[in-house]
């Protein structure tokens, strides 16, 4: 096989150890099988069974008196990706031991992403002179469809991905590592904390959104063309992947290596891929507030399909931030001492971009202290919000929250308006345990809502 480009290295580099490769092994019918039973008794009672490695991993059905049997039975394997193939027909026997028909082996090599079908001649036993064959179908299950996004003559829209490979319990990981098996795919598939902390992933990052733009201006059968930026995580994951694109079309003097028009025609759509824990995001947008390549590889299939689709509607969405004072300091929850926080300095990867929500008191104490224990089982970080939650609400923590020295103000001069404290009377700050800005209609998951709905672009 051809070497992977630098930028195809960069993109699927995981820091996990190799994972089996799923096949979908359909064992569909075969010819000509000897005869082993006696006159009386009728003919052959055929099935098959593949191996891999001496272990055998999927058995079909028995068809009674065929010698040219249609089982046209499929399963899932877990494949190691360098072990052949070995499939033998045997003959069902009630009283004596089954009697091999004939073994045939589809060697690894042939065993490719656009899918294998072969006819494999049976090795005969004995002093059978018929000439057995048995066809079989091998595909490598991946999650991601066969797309063309770099085909000018396709449908399916340019795009780039940025995975959190920890998320969804590791579902990220699975998805980046099914990319290095779709040569047509693989480049665009980055792990999204390598592009924010490794300079050689971030240049093909970089590299790769450029390549995006010029796929999109040769889509000539499409009116319009914007780009997709499929963001693989949860609701942070998105504010950190945008900012991964800024980051990569900022020049040295401040500007944009785009011009206005192509900004505008070519800055990529977000799609939100639900691996994180409340997923607001993708529901509201209508991507599902959950997903599981696992369990539901087909209905995946179907979700990269839909997020490459030209069919789906684009609309604006407001891109903030918040620009800390040139003597700020950045920094983030270690710990506790006694039930006193203590703090470090923020890493590479926390961006100042917001999309959806910004807050400051109750909730964002809580989600500082679920990082803190942040696992990979969506479950399992759900009952860490209800555990911070609760210690947040009663206790010693609860006095930790103190809003009375905080004003927020948007704007400047004239123009500049105060958001808190209120200024209808209805309280002073230090009356309030939490303030905040929404930009998406809910948030934790779906279990806070905005009194009025969003208008995402106003």
């Known amino acids: 096989a051809a070497a992977a480009s630098p930028a195809a290295e960069a993109a699927v580099a995981v820091a996990e150890a190799a994972m089996a490769t799923p096949l979908s092994v359909s064992i569909l019918f075969a010819e000509n099988l000897k005869n082993v039973d006696s006159s009386f008794s009728g003919v052959s009672d055929p099935y098959c069974i593949c191996t891999l490695g001496g272990k055998e991993v999927m058995r079909t059905s028995t068809r009674w008196n ?67 064959v048995l066809h079989v179908r091998v595909e490598i299950d991946t999650v991601l469809p066969n797309l063309e996004p770099g085909n000018p003559e396709s449908l399916d829209i340019p795009f780039v991905c940025l995975i959190n490979p920890r998320s969804g319990s590791k579902m990220g990981a699975m998805i980046l590592k099914d990319a290095v098996l779709m040569p047509q795919l693989q480049a665009r598939f980055f792990d999204i904390v390598h592009v924010a902390t490794q300079p050689d992933v971030f240049k093909a990052f970089s590299e790769q959104l450029q390549a995006v733009r010029l796929e999109a201006e040769k889509k000539t059968k499409l009116q319009e063309c914007r780009p997709r930026l499929i963001c693989g995580g949860g609701d942070g994951t998105a504010s950190f992947a945008v900012s991964c694109v800024f980051r990569a079309l900022l020049t040295e003097d401040g500007g944009f290596s785009w011009s206005g028009d192509e900004l505008q025609r070519f800055f990529p759509a977000l799609v939100q891929m639900p691996l994180g824990t409340g997923n607001d995001l993708g529901g509201i947008l209508g991507w599902g507030r959950s997903m599981d390549p696992v369990g539901h590889r087909e209905k995946t299939r179907q979700w990269f399909r839909e997020a490459m689709s030209h069919r789906r509607p684009v609309r604006a969405l407001d891109v903030w931030g918040i620009q800390p004072s040139c003597c700020g300091k950045v920094c983030m929850l270690s710990g506790f001492e006694e039930e006193h926080p203590t703090f470090k300095a923020a890493g590479a990867s926390v961006p100042f971009i917001s999309l959806l929500y910004f807050s400051i008191g109750y909730d964002a104490f809580v989600a500082a202290q679920v990082e803190l224990n942040r696992t990979e089982s969506r479950i399992a970080n759900f009952a860490e919000y209800i555990k911070a939650g609760a210690k947040s609400l009663v206790g010693t923590r609860s006095k930790i929250i103190d809003l009375s020295c905080l004003k927020v103000e948007v704007g400047q001069g004239e123009d500049s308006r105060q958001y808190f404290p209120p200024t209808d009377g209805s309280g002073v700050a230090s009356d309030f345990r939490t303030v905040g800005f929404m930009n998406i209609n809910s948030l934790a998951g779906g279990l806070i809502h905005a009194k009025e709905p969003a208008d995402f672009s106003d």
């Open 66 to 132: 065929e010698l040219e049997p249609i089982w046209n039975d499929k399963d899932s394997i877990e494949w190691d990706g360098t072990s052949d193939l070995v499939f033998e027909v045997y003959d069902k026997n009630k009283i004596n031991s089954d009697c091999l028909l004939g073994r045939a082996s589809l060697p690894a090599s042939d065993i490719t992403w656009e899918g294998t079908k072969r006819e494999l001649a049976l090795e005969a036993t004995g002093d059978s002179s018929s000439k057995s």
